[in-house]
């Protein structure tokens, strides 16, 4: 089975990133997590990039706030799916790093989750994998009824406190 890439920007992403972690951990997808920056280690961001398909990665979240470049350097340097996470911040509460992730000029794209999207990044790196992966395929419909049948439970228990 292929891997899924996890990178953050800083440390500060964890918590996001977290949940992109137990998400694909819950479905027994393998990820490898590093924290690189677009800014302060270019050229590490860039070799796990160019060595990700060689290395048995099929899709790489990538995840970071503020100026938020990193999904778009990770895109410029490997053809596999990249998913970004913009990562909401103090100063604009995300949107910078929403625009910055999602931005990106034709020929480098980038699937672009909300922010602090980190579940959602995560499954859509399965559906991914589950094109050519029936084992994925059959965990992402489980999980899908699953959560409907969580849905509907809550259903009940409210419907039956409230409707006469």
Known sequence: MKKIGILMGSASDLPTVEKAIAT??????????HVFSAH???DEARD???G???NGFGAIIAAAGMAAHLAGAVAANTTLPVVGIPCKSASLDGIDALLST?????????????INGAVNAALLCAEILAVTDETVAAKLEAKRKADAEKVLATDAEIAAKFNS
């Not at 694909?24 to 997590?33: D, F």
Request: charged share 15%.
């Open 102 to 114: 999602v931005m990106m000029p034709p020929g480098i794209p980038v699937a672009t989750v909300g």
């Open 40 to 42: 302060r280690t270019p």
């Open 48 to 50: 796990f990039a160019r």
């Open 24 to 33: 694909l951990q819950g479905l027994e997808i393998p990820v490898e997590v």
């Open 52 to 54: 990700a398909r060689a």
